[in-house]
């Protein structure tokens, strides 16, 4: 059975500072994503990372994929209040279809 | 172009009863997936459907059941609610589910079981 964890499952950060959110998976699998979501809010689409070393940036936030550690990572630079949210990662094994394995979100707190 | 669409956003249903859900995917996607997400036990998967068809389908018990129609609007229907059913229901939509496609969730459709 595919299992997704995240750490930490909170994070609390001072604006400006820089910080990773760290989603380990279980089996192998080369799709993997991240999304957002904001409290009482449907899931936002942030990266989808599809191979070995991928590497995508978005402003502040970069994900990265390795699959030989079964770790994805997602980078927050200089942080703002505006990226305060929850985050979540997501992994796909699946051969037709899709079926997404969620990690447990990661509650990212921005202090002014 | 419109987002992924779900009605009811909210409702109340008592025990016992049934519920229907309601998801229109953006223009264009085939594949069509229902999430339940708790605060106990987080985003869990439903079941996908792909032309009328389902092609995946998640640990829950029969009274969780779906369907996809001809232009690939969804339904997801539990009978005999239960308390534990009180969840964020998501639908979320792809071009085919297939490897690499962005997979965009709806507002979701809250359901409180009392």
């Known amino acids: 059975e595919l299992k997704v964890e995240q750490n930490p499952l909170f994070l609390s950060m001072q604006e400006g500072k820089n910080y990773t959110i760290y989603c380990n998976y279980s089996?192998?699998?080369?799709?993997l994503y991240w999304y957002r979501q904001d409290p009482g809010k449907s899931l936002e689409s942030l990266f989808v990372?599809?191979?070995?070393?991928a590497v995508k940036q978005e402003g502040r936030l970069m994900a990265s994929l390795d699959t030989k550690a079964r770790l994805s990572t997602l980078h927050i630079t200089a942080a703002v209040h505006d990226l305060s949210a929850t985050y979540f990662c997501?992994?796909?094994?699946?051969?037709?279809?899709?079926?997404?394995?969620f990690g447990e979100g990661t509650q990212l707190t921005v202090n002014p | 172009k419109a987002g992924v669409t779900q009605t009811p956003r909210y409702l109340i249903k008592t025990r016992g009863q049934q519920v229907t859900l309601s998801c229109s995917p953006i223009?264009?996607?085939?594949?069509v997936s229902w999430y339940q997400q708790t605060p106990g036990q987080g985003l869990q998967f439903l079941f996908e459907?792909?032309?009328?068809?389902?092609?995946n389908k998640g640990n829950f018990p029969g009274r969780f059941s779906g369907r996809q129609f001809s232009n690939s609007r969804s339904e997801m229907n539990v009978s005999t609610l239960e308390l534990g059913d009180s969840a964020l229901y998501l639908c979320?939509?792809?071009?085919?589910?297939?490897?690499?496609?962005?997979?965009?969730f709806g507002e979701g459709s809250w359901l409180t079981v009392v």
């Open positions: 990372l599809l191979s070995n070393g």
């Open positions: 997501a992994v796909d094994i699946e051969t037709s279809g899709s079926r997404l394995t």
């Open positions: 223009s264009g996607h085939r594949s």
């Open positions: 089996t192998t699998s080369d799709r």
């Open positions: 979320a939509s792809s071009l085919n589910g297939n490897s690499g496609n962005t997979i965009y």
């Open positions: 459907y792909f032309s009328e068809t389902q092609r």
